[in-house]
């Protein structure tokens, strides 16, 4: 996708979130290896499947986007707002971004719940709600 078709994509976007007209941003399935989308507003975007291998996507708001299946592999995500739903599980990223999640969960860990992460991370994360609920699978 050239820059123009995908300027004019985010600026309709915009639009349609403020009840200006516009449309939904549909990136799904979209190749967008290193995009250069800093400050999008890419909030409640279609990026399913999306590729975004090495995109900058500092500052972009991601809130409500559905980036299941999307592949976030050494994008740039400082600043970003990454959504905290079942929309992001599938999200296929790098060990950059895992290690810069972890260290973010873990500056924000209680002592106690740092000793029980690492003592077993798996058994950890599948405490979480979701999964409890059967909402989404367990990690084997």
């Known amino acids: ?18 009840d200006n007209g516009g449309k939904r941003a549909n990136l799904k399935n979209i ?10 507003n890419l909030k409640r975007a279609d990026l399913i499947g999306a590729d975004l291998i090495g995109a900058d996507l500092s500052g972009a708001d991601l809130t409500s986007a559905d980036l299941s299946s999307a592949d976030l592999s050494g994008a740039n995500l400082d600043y970003a707002s990454w959504p905290l739903w079942c929309g992001s599980i599938g ?25 029980e992460f690492l003592a077993d991370p798996i058994e950890f994360a599948n405490g979480f709600h979701r999964v ?4 989404v699978e367990k990690i084997t």
Do not use: F, P
């Open 1 to 18: 996708m050239n820059e123009e078709h995908l300027a004019k994509i985010l600026e309709d976007h915009v639009s349609w979130l403020n």
């Open 31 to 40: 190749r967008l290896e290193w995009a250069n989308l800093i400050g999008a």
């Open 91 to 115: 999200v296929k990223i790098d060990t950059r971004i895992s290690k810069q999640l972890v260290y973010h969960a873990m500056c924000n860990l209680s002592e106690e719940d740092k000793k």
């Open 132 to 135: 409890i609920s059967e909402d």
